[in-house]
């Protein structure tokens, strides 16, 4: 049974960090491209950044670029998305999604309406608040 599991999330001040992980069992994450997505109360699901699994290639949204960076872990089958300089509007649930179709990664990555993706997490809770 294919798993993913976010944690890393929790309560941090404004300009803080923090590292989100999504790992992955039933399924080796290095041949999917993956998706780290939120969403905030209210609000539509964004896209945050995609990372290829064929290549490594890397994606962001433009609201992250510079501040968050999303990395592979072959040896613990996780991806992770390293968050620096949070900010407040940067609160919402974080999740990831794998598909072995980078197609289908992108396409989710900027429809918030697409859930094409293969294997979905549930997610982590951020919250950037002073």
């Known amino acids: 049974q294919v798993q993913l599991v976010e944690s890393g999330g929790g309560l941090v001040q404004p300009g803080g960090s923090l590292r989100l992980a999504c790992a992955a069992s039933?399924?080796?994450?290095?041949?999917?491209?993956v998706v780290w997505f939120r969403q905030a109360p209210g609000r539509e699901r964004e896209g945050v950044s995609c990372i290829s699994g064929s290549d490594g290639s890397t994606y962001y949204a433009e609201s992250v670029k510079g501040r968050f960076t999303i990395s592979g872990d072959n040896t613990t089958n996780t991806v992770y998305l390293q968050m620096n300089n949070l900010k407040p509007e940067d609160t919402a649930r974080y999740f990831c999604?794998?598909?072995?179709?980078?197609?289908?990664?992108?396409?989710?990555?900027?429809?918030?309406?697409?859930?094409?993706?293969?294997?979905w997490g549930k997610g982590t809770l951020v919250t950037v608040s002073s």
């Open positions: 039933g399924l080796t994450l290095s041949s999917y491209n």
């Open positions: 999604a794998a598909d072995p179709h980078l197609r289908r990664a992108i396409q989710a990555m900027t429809s918030s309406k697409y859930y094409g993706m293969d294997h």
